[in-house]
């Protein structure tokens, strides 16, 4: 009995003292935690109901069921702006990572001013949006651009009309993103490219193995970890697209390159507010990026 009452404040003071480190680290946590719940966690929740019900933001909300996904079966400008990310989405990720890895192998060499070189390419990432969609806008102006005036100067006739033309306007806003993210992902390739074993490549190379048999059986391979990692950050930030769209072709002519997004912000906020049915189009957008990733998951997950 003695033992057990001299372990008794022992253990209290333990409890306490447990208690105090618990309380300090919540602390610690609570304020993001919070901002993640009040910012992030209840607006999501208040979409996804809010998906099967009529809500204009004036009149009280009203429950309306799978109502909205039916509508959106017979809606040209959603199943339009369906089609036009997955374009963009193809587009844009493979021609990113072709040319953001290109870049890194190039800059990733013992040249001069490569340090320069390389914040360039990084720069029109970091750059205003407003700023170099103006710059890019006026490059492929179809009367003063300069690229017009090249491709006139060397015969072409029909010439391109990029984003004024219905048939050019997506190629003109994929290209546009390519160049404005490859730096950043240049940047990741470049760290995954200091973690490759270099005695490998030498080994390779004394075997005889010419430069694209390195990099396709010695680089590549191992770089898998980074391309997975950018494809999937590309994936997602491609479905997600809306700024670009915005700033070079405002969604046309004539819808023919709004994307999903654009056209959630559209029926939310230009046209007669429709919060329910824009909600529907995020869970279809939700569902779709959701798909993609998991796919892409166990795509690496077999090749491993």
Request: charged share 10%.
């Given at each position: 009995?003695?033992?057990?009452?001299?372990?008794?404040?022992?253990k209290?003071?333990?409890s306490g003292k447990?208690?105090r480190?618990?309380l300090t680290?919540?602390s610690?946590i609570?304020?993001n935690?919070?901002?993640?719940?009040?910012?992030t966690?209840?607006?999501?929740?208040f979409?996804i109901?809010?998906?099967?019900?009529?809500w204009d933001g004036?009149?009280p909300?009203?429950?309306?069921?799978?109502?909205n996904?039916v509508?959106?079966?017979?809606?040209?400008?959603?199943?339009t702006?369906f089609?036009n990310?997955?374009?963009?989405s193809l587009?844009?990720?493979?021609?990113t990572?072709?040319?953001?890895?290109?870049?890194?192998m190039?800059?990733?060499?013992?040249?001069?001013?490569r340090?320069?070189?390389?914040t360039?390419?990084?720069f029109?990432y970091v750059?205003?949006?407003?700023?170099v969609?103006?710059v890019?806008?006026?490059?492929?102006?179809p009367?003063?651009g300069?690229?017009?005036m090249?491709?006139?100067?060397?015969?072409?006739e029909n010439l391109p009309?990029?984003?004024?033309?219905?048939?050019?306007?997506m190629?003109?806003?994929?290209l546009?993103?390519?160049?404005?993210?490859?730096g950043?992902y240049?940047?990741?390739?470049?760290a995954g490219l200091?973690?490759?074993?270099p005695?490998?490549?030498?080994?390779?190379?004394?075997?005889?193995a010419?430069?694209?048999?390195?990099?396709w059986?010695?680089?590549?391979?191992?770089?898998?970890?980074?391309?997975?990692?950018?494809?999937?950050?590309?994936?997602?930030?491609s479905f997600?697209?809306?700024?670009q769209?915005?700033?070079i072709?405002?969604?046309?002519?004539?819808n023919?390159?709004?994307t999903l997004v654009?056209?959630?912000?559209?029926?939310a906020?230009v046209?007669?507010?429709?919060y329910?049915?824009a909600?529907?189009?995020?869970m279809?957008?939700?569902?779709?990026?959701?798909l993609i990733?998991v796919?892409?998951?166990?795509?690496?997950?077999?090749?491993e």
């Open positions: 009995m003695t033992a057990n009452t001299a372990q008794a404040p022992a209290r003071k333990r447990d208690l480190n618990n680290a919540y610690f609570a304020p935690f919070i901002g993640f719940c009040v910012f966690l209840v607006p999501m929740i979409a109901a809010l998906a099967f019900c009529n004036v009149h909300i009203e429950f309306t069921g799978v109502q996904f509508d959106l079966l017979g809606d040209a400008t959603f199943k702006a089609v990310t997955i374009i963009y587009g844009t990720v493979p021609l990572l072709v040319c953001s890895l290109g870049l890194a190039l800059l990733n060499q013992k040249i001069r001013c340090n320069f070189f390389r360039v390419a990084f029109p750059a205003s949006l407003v700023a969609a103006a890019w806008n006026m490059i492929f102006s009367s003063m300069p690229v017009n090249i491709l006139s100067a060397l015969g072409v009309r990029w984003a004024a033309g219905k048939d050019t306007a190629i003109t806003v994929i546009f993103s390519v160049w404005k993210n490859m950043y240049m940047v990741i390739y470049l200091q973690g490759i074993n005695d490998l490549e030498e080994a390779a190379s004394l075997d005889g010419s430069r694209w048999e390195i990099f059986h010695v680089v590549l391979p191992q770089l898998r970890p980074t391309t997975f990692f950018v494809t999937i950050t590309l994936t997602i930030a997600k697209v809306y700024d769209m915005y700033m072709t405002q969604g046309g002519p004539g023919a390159t709004i654009y056209d959630i912000y559209n029926v906020f046209n007669t507010p429709k329910g049915y909600s529907a189009i995020s279809v957008l939700f569902v779709l990026v959701l990733t796919l892409q998951f166990r795509g690496s997950s077999s090749e």
